[in-house]
C-alpha cells in the first residue's frame, strides 16, 4: 500500500513539473517582447521615466490634487500649475548657486503662465502635406530642360502647369533629399547640370508634412502663491532641474488686493497659525524632527525652497513669506553683504509678484518631414523640428512693512560652494506700524538748543563684540 502511495505521488509530482515546464516554453514562446518587457520593467523600477518636475507632481497627488481646476471641501473653487525650469549653469560652476535661484524664478512664471494660457489662449495651426509623382517614358518633355534655357524662355511659375508645378516643387526639396556625396559634388562645382538633372530625374515619388502652430497668451495675474518648491538632480545628470507649485484661488487674489490697497484688517482674526519662524524648514541649527529625519534632510529642504508663500502667523493674520539665495563668490566680507544685499533684493521682489504680475507667452513649432522614393525602390526619409517660446513678465508696486525674518550662509550640499540665502516676511500688523512711523517721520522735528558734530577718526586696531539693551517689550 504504501509503495503505490509513494508512486502515485512520483507521478503528481512528474504532472506538475511537467506542466510546469510547459507553462514556462508558452510564456517564452517570444523571447524578443519578453526582452523588451523585461528592459522597460527596470526602466519603471529605476525611475528612469520620472519626468522633470516629478517631485511636484508627487506632492500635488499625495495632496489629492490634479493640475488645474480643484475643489475644496466647502465647494470653493482654486486653480494648480506646475512649473519647471532647468538650472543652466553645470553643478561645477562658480555660477550655479545664482543660476539656481534663476531657475526657480523661470520656474514660478512657468506656473503663471499655465493659469494664464487656461484664461485665454489663441492658437493658430496650419497643417500642409503634399504627395507628387513623376515618370518619364518615350520622349523627354521640354520642360526638364528649363535650366539649360535662357531665362526668356522660361514660363513664369503661374504659367506652369500642374505637373511643371510639381517639377518645382521637386526642385526645392532636392538641398535636403540628396545624398550627401552629392551634396558635396554641388559645392565643389564637380556635378555638371546635366548630372544634377539625372539626380532629380531619379526621384518617382515624395510624400511630405508640415505641421505649424503659434499660440499666444497674456493676462494679469493677481495672488498664485507657491506651496511647494523643489529642486533635483541625479547621479550622472547633466543638469539640474527645478519645479514649483503654485495655487490660486478668489480669496488669495482678494488678500493680495487687500495689501496692496491697505485694508488690513481683512487679513486679521483668521484662524491663528504658527510663529513665521516654524514655517521655516532649518532655522539655526533647529528643525521638526517629526517632519524631518534628520538636520540635513531638514536644510536640503530649506536649500531648495524658493518663492513667495503666504501663510498664517500665530496671531492669526495672513502673512507672506519669501526665499531667496545668492552666491558668495569669494571669501572677502564685501562679497558676502553683497550677496545678501541681492538675496534680499529678489526676495523683496517677489513679494511684489506675488501681488500682480503681467505675462505674455508666445509658444511656436514646425515640425516636417519628407520621404522620397527613387527609380530603384530605395526610399530615403528626412525630417525636421522647430520650436520655440518666449514668455515675458513685468511687475511693479510699492512694498512697505515687510522685514528680513531669517539670514543663513553655508555650503551647499551639491558642490560644496558658499551660498547666502534671506527670508523676507511681511505681515498685516507690521505694515500698519510702518504706516504711523511714516506718519511720525513725516512731521516736522521741534527746534532744538543743543547741537554737537564729530570728526571720524581711524581706527587703531581691530574689534569686535556686541550685547543688546532697551528691548524688553516695556521699553517699546
Given at each position: 500500500m504504501s509503495n503505490l502511495i509513494r508512486n502515485y505521488f512520483a507521478i503528481l509530482a512528474m504532472f506538475a513539473i511537467t506542466f510546469s515546464y510547459s507553462i514556462v516554453v508558452l510564456s517564452d514562446d517570444n523571447p524578443e517582447e519578453n526582452n523588451r518587457e523585461a528592459a522597460w520593467q527596470a526602466e519603471e523600477d529605476s525611475g528612469a521615466n520620472d519626468v522633470i518636475g516629478q517631485q511636484c507632481n508627487d506632492y500635488i497627488g499625495d495632496k489629492g490634487w490634479q493640475k488645474g481646476l480643484n475643489y475644496k471641501s466647502n465647494g470653493s473653487e482654486f486653480f494648480v500649475a506646475v512649473g519647471i525650469?532647468?538650472?543652466?549653469?553645470?553643478?561645477?560652476?562658480?555660477?550655479?548657486i545664482t543660476s539656481t535661484m534663476n531657475a526657480s524664478i523661470n520656474s514660478q512664471l512657468d506656473s503663471k503662465r499655465a493659469l494664464v494660457e487656461s484664461m485665454s489662449t489663441e492658437i493658430s495651426s496650419e497643417i500642409v502635406t503634399k504627395m507628387v509623382q513623376q515618370m518619364s517614358d518615350g520622349t523627354k518633355p521640354d520642360f526638364i530642360g528649363t535650366s539649360e534655357k535662357p531665362a526668356t524662355e522660361i514660363k513664369d511659375y503661374e504659367n506652369m502647369s500642374i505637373f511643371e508645378k510639381t517639377k518645382v516643387v521637386v526642385n526645392q526639396q532636392l538641398d535636403k533629399l540628396v545624398d550627401q556625396e552629392t551634396k558635396d559634388k554641388i559645392k565643389s562645382d564637380s556635378i555638371s547640370s546635366k548630372q544634377l538633372e539625372d539626380e532629380?530625374?531619379?526621384?518617382?515619388?515624395?510624400?511630405?508634412?508640415?505641421?505649424?502652430?503659434?499660440?499666444?497668451?497674456?493676462?494679469?495675474?493677481?495672488?498664485?502663491?507657491?506651496?511647494?518648491?523643489?529642486?533635483?538632480?541625479?547621479?550622472?545628470?547633466?543638469?539640474?532641474?527645478?519645479?514649483?507649485?503654485?495655487?490660486?484661488?478668489?480669496?488669495?487674489?482678494?488678500?493680495?488686493?487687500?495689501?496692496?490697497?491697505?485694508?488690513?484688517?481683512?487679513?486679521?482674526?483668521?484662524k491663528p497659525g504658527k510663529p513665521l519662524r516654524e514655517y521655516i524648514p532649518y532655522v539655526n541649527k533647529k528643525f521638526n524632527k517629526s517632519k524631518?529625519?534628520?538636520?540635513?534632510?531638514?536644510?536640503?529642504?530649506?536649500?531648495?525652497?524658493?518663492?513667495?508663500?503666504?501663510?498664517?502667523?500665530?496671531?492669526?493674520?495672513?502673512?507672506?513669506?519669501?526665499?531667496?539665495?545668492?552666491?558668495?563668490?569669494?571669501?572677502?566680507?564685501?562679497s558676502e553683504i553683497n550677496a545678501f544685499n541681492n538675496a534680499t533684493l529678489?526676495?523683496?521682489?517677489?513679494?511684489?509678484?506675488?501681488?500682480d504680475e503681467n505675462i505674455d507667452t508666445v509658444q511656436s513649432m514646425q515640425e516636417q518631414e519628407v520621404t522620397t522614393e527613387d527609380n530603384e525602390g530605395m526610399i530615403d526619409y528626412w525630417s525636421e523640428s522647430n520650436s520655440e517660446r518666449r514668455l515675458a513678465a513685468s511687475a511693479s508696486g510699492t512694498l512697505k512693512g515687510d522685514y528680513e525674518l531669517y539670514r543663513w550662509k553655508n555650503k551647499h550640499t551639491l558642490n560644496g560652494q558658499p551660498l547666502a540665502g534671506v527670508v523676507i516676511a511681511w505681515t498685516p500688523s507690521n505694515a500698519q506700524t510702518i504706516d504711523q512711523v511714516s506718519d511720525i517721520m513725516s512731521q516736522s522735528p521741534e527746534p532744538s538748543s543743543s547741537s554737537y558734530s564729530s570728526d571720524y577718526t581711524e581706527s587703531a586696531?581691530?574689534?569686535?563684540?556686541?550685547?543688546?539693551?532697551?528691548?524688553?517689550?516695556?521699553d517699546f
Open positions: 525650469s532647468e538650472i543652466k549653469a553645470p553643478t561645477d560652476s562658480r555660477n550655479y532629380l530625374n531619379n526621384i518617382l515619388n515624395q510624400s511630405s508634412f508640415k505641421d505649424k502652430i503659434t499660440a499666444n497668451a497674456s493676462g494679469s495675474v493677481r495672488g498664485m502663491k507657491s506651496v511647494y518648491s523643489a529642486y533635483a538632480v541625479g547621479k550622472g545628470d547633466k543638469q539640474t532641474t527645478v519645479c514649483n507649485v503654485g495655487l490660486w484661488s478668489s480669496k488669495l487674489a482678494a488678500d493680495v488686493d487687500a495689501m496692496t490697497t491697505g485694508d488690513y484688517s481683512k487679513l486679521q482674526n483668521l524631518y529625519d534628520s538636520a540635513f534632510k531638514a536644510f536640503e529642504s530649506l536649500q531648495g525652497t524658493f518663492g513667495a508663500f503666504m501663510v498664517r502667523n500665530e496671531k492669526g493674520e495672513m502673512s507672506v513669506l519669501s526665499y531667496a539665495q545668492e552666491k558668495i563668490p569669494t571669501s572677502s566680507a564685501a529678489r526676495a523683496r521682489r517677489a513679494v511684489i509678484q506675488l501681488r586696531s581691530d574689534s569686535e563684540g556686541g550685547s543688546s539693551a532697551g528691548d524688553d517689550e516695556d
